[in-house]
């Protein structure tokens, strides 16, 4: 059984950073596509950070130059380390394992960031 649980989530002045963490078990994260995603208020879930089992990153563009995705592949834990952030950044973010067809076919419960203006 897969379990996806994230910590780290936070209230945050605008400007601070934070890092985000998501411990797996039931998979080994060296070897998966692991995203993490975010929700906004009264907004659509969109895809902030992605890695590959081969290590390749990908970011969306609010978040190129202050966001980092990594993975510890001792601790089996993917991070989303934070910088720079702003009221913008301000959502749950969810922490997802990316099936074989391309998919997310497992998600985390989320954790809450909440930045200060």
């Known amino acids: 059984q897969v379990q996806l649980v994230e910590s780290g989530g936070g209230l945050v002045q605008a400007g601070g950073s934070l890092r985000l963490s998501c411990a797996a078990s039931?998979?080994?994260?060296?070897?998966?596509?692991m995203r993490w995603y975010r929700q906004a208020p009264g907004k659509q879930r969109e895809l902030v950070a992605g890695?590959?089992?081969?290590?390749?990153?990908n970011y969306a563009d609010s978040v190129k130059g202050r966001f980092t995705i990594s993975r510890d592949n001792a601790k089996n834990t993917v991070y989303l380390s934070m910088n720079s952030l702003n009221s913008g950044d301000t959502a749950v973010y969810s922490c997802?394992?990316?099936?074989?067809?391309?998919?997310?076919?497992?998600w985390g419960q989320g954790t809450r960031v909440t930045v200060s203006s």
């Open positions: 997802a394992k990316v099936g074989r067809l391309g998919y997310v076919d497992n």
């Open positions: 039931g998979i080994i994260v060296s070897v998966e596509n």
């Open positions: 890695i590959s089992s081969g290590g390749q990153t």
